[in-house]
């Protein structure tokens, strides 16, 4: 199966005129043009190669796809939330391992130093990341402190105009490529989340080192590593927001930027359905394309109703966090939660339908088998998402 048999991408879908302004509707058509002219080629390759995508990286820079959301003022493109999710999604759909390095820095890097550095270290840090001159991380995991992040270890002291951080990070996106990491520690052991503060790392800091990159099941052209912070000296002025706010910080990050997963997910769902239905038109048994059959074509009705709701539930987070909706955040999680296990269950599903053949590298359906399967864990399990969704649901 090659891309020249597949389905036109554009056949399923909807309902992506959803809310679309013609300015979103261009830009969804012109990343998708790239991610299959750019990405597309060298994407198989660089799977089997753990090779991570720089020179792509470095066109969607200057493309304005890594600081999507950033004011024009400080060398972004301004976009909405919903045109960043749109972009995300078709880079997705092409490759994962380049959705998750540009969601990372657009959206838990860029968007934090944002809305909480100072006008000096906005002015300093984000036209180097919005022109993809430098790409970006965020350092809250540890090693004892996954979805219990407040059990981070991670320490920070203030010596004269620097902070000094010491202490680890587990599994980074994006270590060994970024310059700027937006970490969390904690600045007064004593007083639980409210002791945590946030700042931005730049990789050549002294006492900065990257560990050896995990070796993981999908997202092989992604990198992902520990950090270590050994005596680490960052400038006072690398701190965000007020010291202690560091955790409010993190929470109001991962509010918007599941959304991102949730986009990832989605792109991954359509390329799924596209490929499934690809397949089942070509593949003939008993006489007639396994199309004809009618449990494949439950399957593909299936996978394209929870595509269709994973895609609204995705947009309409974006719409209200935008609008400053009060539900944001809980729409987010929602959406994270619905659209990556939606994402999973249509990729399980595409690979039945190639039968065999889904089982072999040489088809693109194993490869998004291996990627789809992080988007139930990275920021924020479906388990956590859940349980955000009934504390909101529940409150008061
Ligand atoms: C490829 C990849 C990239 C990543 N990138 C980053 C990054 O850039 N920055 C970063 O900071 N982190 C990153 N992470 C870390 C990721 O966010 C964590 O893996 C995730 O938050 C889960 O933490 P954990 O792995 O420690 O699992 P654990 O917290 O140990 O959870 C294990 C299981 O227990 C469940 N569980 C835990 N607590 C509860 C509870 N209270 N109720 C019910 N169930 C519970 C979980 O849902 C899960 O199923 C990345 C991870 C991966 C795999």
């Known amino acids: 199966m090659t891309i020249a048999t597949a389905p036109r991408p554009t056949d399923h879908d909807a309902p992506t005129s959803f809310a679309l302004t013609e300015d979103q509707r261009l830009l969804k058509e012109e990343v998708r043009r790239f991610a299959e002219e750019r990405i597309r080629p060298g994407v198989a390759e660089r799977d089997r190669n753990h090779a991570f995508p720089r020179q792509v ?13 950033v004011a024009e003022a400080y060398g972004g493109a301004g976009y909405d939330t919903l045109s960043y999710l749109l972009a995300v999604e078709e880079i997705a759909r092409v490759c994962p391992s380049t959705a998750v390095t540009m969601s990372v820095t657009n959206s838990v890097c860029c968007w934090p ?9 906005k002015r300093r840090v984000l036209p180097e990341l919005a022109s993809g001159r430098a790409i970006g991380g965020f350092g809250l995991t540890e090693p004892e402190a996954g979805s219990d992040a407040g059990a981070m270890k991670s320490v920070a002291r203030r010596d004269g105009d620097a902070w000094v951080i010491n202490g680890e990070k587990a599994w980074i996106t994006n270590a060994g490529e970024g310059r ?31 560990g050896t990159a995990e070796e993981k099941l999908g997202l092989k052209a992604s990198c992902t590593a520990p950090l270590y912070f050994q005596d680490c000296r960052v400038p006072a002025a690398n701190l965000l927001g007020e010291e202690g706010q560091g955790f409010k910080i993190a929470l109001a990050t991962l509010d918007h930027s599941r959304l991102g997963i949730a986009a990832q997910a989605v792109g991954i769902h359509q390329r799924a359905l596209e490929l499934a239905v690809a397949y089942a038109k070509e593949r003939v048994q008993f006489g007639v394309p396994i199309a004809r059959h009618q449990a494949i074509q439950f399957k593909i009705a299936e996978t394209s109703t929870e595509l269709a709701a994973a895609r609204v539930l995705t947009y309409h987070g974006a719409l209200a966090g935008d609008r400053g909706d009060r539900a944001a955040g809980r729409l987010a999680s929602q959406a994270k939660l619905y659209a990556s296990e939606a994402a999973n269950r249509a990729v399980w599903e595409a690979l039945q339908i190639h039968g065999g053949n889904g089982f072999c590298e040489d088809y693109e359906i194993a490869r998004l088998y291996r990627d789809v399967r992080v988007t139930t864990i990275y920021e924020g399990t479906s388990e956590m998402q859940r349980l955000v969704a009934a504390r909101h649901l529940l409150r008061g």
Not at 57 to 69: C, D
């Open 57 to 69: 990286i470095a066109e969607m820079g200057e493309l304005g796809l890594l600081g999507m959301m």
């Open 180 to 210: 700027y990491f937006v970490v969390l520690a904690r600045t007064d052991p004593e007083a639980g989340k409210r002791g945590v503060s946030a700042f931005v790392v730049p990789s050549d800091a002294p006492g900065f080192s990257v």
């Open 113 to 121: 130093i944002e809305r909480f550095g100072s006008e000096e270290l």
